[in-house]
């Protein structure tokens, strides 16, 4: 019989690690299946509209390419990307060895190059986390410029950038730059500013910090942004100093701008903590929540402890309502604390606050505290009476930066404590300056202050005080209260005793508190007319629906949802136009991006369509027409488009489109998609030509025209929403085109928050 006790036991712990091997290489071939899919499906929607095809001969037709040009499914894939959306710009930095050279020493080929770039990106998008899609990047694309680490932020909705993924940081320094406050660095603040990369190639400016190994390691920032919109801000940081040129700056920003997507997809902030309230009920001082309304900036009280209800006459005097209403005569105080507290990330503390008339408070509100709670949170505590220990530490802490003197106006002695000293930034074995001597240490600008001061002390005989700044022998300048009195023998005057107070730290901060209000008015002003142009560019996109009688046989309905709440409007736009030929146009499309700039751009192309369509062109020729509009359109946007034209006499629907989603018709039931002739962006290039097709209806028959927020989903293909959208319409009850159109709004599977335009139009 074989001994099998010690072999068991190390075979036992071989198994465990062998596991964890496995898995781990399983997991590792998951994700890149799942980039090479990713890839390959980009590739196919491209061929898909490019042949107008259906997605499964595309499919078979890049197989084709792949076995004929001798390359694998993800590098033709690749070409095919980068020939549409421009080749990942690639370089080599000096010097460079390694992975990315040839047995002969030369860089590889700039095709070869840009597949692999373009498959980096690829794979870092399709990452789950926004930490892989760090290290992708890293390894995959910034590693062979130079770059040593790699830095995601996220902008949250305080202003401020939260650390969402890293890449070749050590867990020390990423726990120290886990947080960004909206004020500093400076460099930080320019990238936000001008919408464009800020590149520091030995390092940032003196005083300013950023992450790296030193300050002399060349940094760029660079600002990520998805579909207008200001997600966060990207970090590479390369070992030393480096040569930043074009061809490198191109690299890296081509490469980097795929965060803005993987950010896209990453929650915005922490969850909330639902045991808050729970928290407060726990404490015995009275305690609340304020919650700031998101649109109209008011606060809210949300929530009140039972010491709180009972100190304000029952809490269902103040939930729910607004803080205005709640608290009358101290809600000015609650919003500009709260303000303070959420823009210094700090709490803010008030001695006393007068008591509410009304609310059945007994007395006024003590040791009030207003705490930044995440969010749009606050929460404000607060004492019914006086705490002796409260007390004693406002008393202490207004004591602070206090020193003594005495003048002896006989000998022309003086005498300093040692805080003295510390104020004027001397010794202690210097000779102490007189009240009356201290004109040289003043700031110029303040001599009157000071000859003041004395005046009332020398000549009137009289305690006086005074606020002057003070030129210390180091050049620092301090803030300093002086507070004295006289002092009398008899009607003679035999000195000056009094105190010195450094309220430098007082000043500075009344000074930003200043500044902080000043740039909250800025927002505000700034954010209310913009929410007014917006409102304009709302009414412009919705345009007035045609009557029954203006369209001959048919009945339409069209519906607009925006895109998220940040910017209300976007690039989408529909339109139905009856034509004095007799015919009726119907048009949907779709200006890349949101936000102002995108609007104005899909008004434009929007109302120049209709103007062209009273020529009687076709729909194929109206689309080159658009084309060179969009072609000098300024911002030079890019766009989707579907025109259609429908004649009565005939029943006849002749359209084109410019790369948009096929038209869906529901006829008795049944959803079929009408693959349109897919040709190129308006925008994108100079003179092409825009092929037709023609179908001809049936009475009953429905026509869906839509955008892509009907159906786009983060992490399916446009094949899965296009069919979900069939089954939909499928399952439509026999109705009226307006219940459809609310119907299929109510069930879209889109989840991109991107705006969404849809037609019904219904042959009589």
Request: one cysteine or more.
């Amino acid at each position: 019989m074989t001994a099998r006790g010690p072999a068991s036991a190390n075979g036992g712990q071989r198994e465990p690690r062998a596991l964890v091997v496995r898995l781990t290489e399983e997991n590792t071939a998951l994700r890149e299946e799942l980039a090479r899919r990713h890839l390959t499906d980009l590739a196919t929607g491209i061929l898909a509209a490019q042949l107008r095809a259906s997605p499964t001969e595309a499919g078979e037709h890049l197989a084709r390419l792949a076995e004929a040009a001798a390359l694998s499914p993800e590098d033709i894939a690749a070409d095919i990307v980068n020939g549409v959306a421009g080749a990942v710009a690639v370089t080599a930095p000096p010097g460079s060895h390694g992975t990315n050279e040839d047995p002969h020493g030369d860089w590889r080929s700039p095709s070869a190059e840009a597949r692999r770039m373009r498959q980096v990106v690829t794979a870092a998008e399709a990452a789950d986390t926004v930490a892989g899609g760090a290290d992708t990047l890293l390894e995959g694309g910034l590693q062979p410029l130079g770059v040593q680490s790699l830095w995601l932020w996220q902008l949250t909705a305080s202003g401020c950038l939260r650390l969402a993924g890293h890449a070749g940081v050590s867990a020390l320094e990423a726990s120290q730059w886990r947080w960004i406050p909206p004020g500093a660095p400076a460099p930080v603040r320019a990238a936000f500013s001008d919408g464009r990369p800020v590149w520091l190639p030995t390092g940032p400016p003196a005083g300013e910090l950023l992450p790296g190994p030193s300050d002399r390691a060349a940094r760029a920032l660079i600002p990520l942004r998805l579909r207008g919109r200001a997600m966060g801000l990207a970090l590479a940081v390369w070992p030393d100093s480096a040569d930043l040129d074009d061809r490198l700056r191109a690299a890296v920003a081509g490469l980097v701008e795929v965060a803005a997507r993987v950010l896209g997809a990453e929650p915005s902030a922490p969850p909330e903590q639902p045991a808050l309230d729970d928290l407060l009920d726990a404490l015995v001082h009275p305690a609340m929540t304020l919650k700031r309304d998101p649109h109209t900036g008011a606060l809210l009280v949300e929530h009140v402890n039972g010491p709180a209800g009972e100190a304000l006459g029952g809490s269902q005097r103040a939930v729910g309502r607004p803080a205005e209403a709640a608290f009358p005569l101290i809600h000015a105080d609650l919003d500009a604390m709260s303000r303070r507290a959420h823009y210094a990330s700090s709490p803010q503390r008030a001695a006393r606050l007068p008591a509410e008339h009304g609310t059945g408070a007994r007395g006024p509100l003590l040791d009030l505290r207003v705490l930044p709670a995440g969010g749009d949170r606050s929460i404000v505590l607060w004492h019914t009476y006086s705490d002796r220990r409260t007390a004693m530490g406002r008393a202490v802490g207004r004591l602070q930066g206090l020193a003594l003197f005495e003048d002896d106006l006989g000998t022309g002695r003086s005498t300093w404590t040692e805080q003295t000293y510390a104020i004027f930034g001397m010794s202690r074995g210097s000779t102490p300056v007189p009240l009356t001597e201290l004109r040289p240490r003043v700031h110029p600008d303040d001599a009157g202050e000071l000859a003041e001061l004395l005046t009332d002390l020398v000549e009137r005989r009289k305690g006086a005080a005074a606020v002057v700044r003070v030129v210390r022998q180091d050049g620092g300048l301090r803030h300093v209260r002086i507070a004295a009195e006289p002092l009398l023998h008899g009607a003679a005057l035999s000195g000056i005793t009094g105190v010195y107070q450094d309220i430098s730290a007082e000043y500075h901060t009344e000074v930003a508190l200043t500044a902080t209000f000043d740039q909250l008015t800025a927002v505000r002003a700034q954010a209310t007319l913009r929410h007014r142009l917006v409102l304009q560019l709302q009414q412009a996109i919705v345009p007035e629906m045609p009557s029954p009688a203006q369209l001959p046989g048919l009945s339409a309905a069209a519906r607009y949802r925006p895109a998220a709440q940040e910017y209300r409007v976007g690039g989408d736009w529909y339109d139905i136009l009856p034509l004095p030929h007799g015919k009726v146009l119907m048009a949907v499309g779709d200006i890349a991006g949101h936000g102002i700039e995108s609007a104005t751009g899909m008004v434009a192309l929007r109302n120049a369509l209709r103007g062209l369509a009273f020529t009687g062109d076709s729909p194929g020729h109206l689309m080159t027409l658009l084309n060179e509009v969009t072609l000098h359109t300024a911002g030079h946007p890019t766009a989707t488009a579907l025109c259609a034209m429908y004649d009565p006499e005939d029943r006849t629907l002749r359209w084109a489109s410019a790369g948009h989603l096929p038209i869906l018709l529901l006829r008795r039931g049944r959803a079929t998609l009408l693959d349109p002739p897919q040709d190129i962006l308006l925008g994108a290039m100079h003179s092409p030509v825009y092929a037709e097709a023609t179908t001809r209806l049936a009475p009953g028959d429905t026509l869906l025209l839509y955008t892509d927020g009907l159906i786009e989903r983060r992490h399916d293909g446009l094949d899965e929403g296009l069919a979900a959208l069939r089954r939909t319409a499928e399952d439509l009850p026999d109705c009226g085109v307006d219940e459809q159109v609310d119907r299929l709004l109510g069930a879209a599977t889109g989840d991109t928050d991107d705006d969404t335009s849809l037609i019904a139009v219904r042959v009589g």
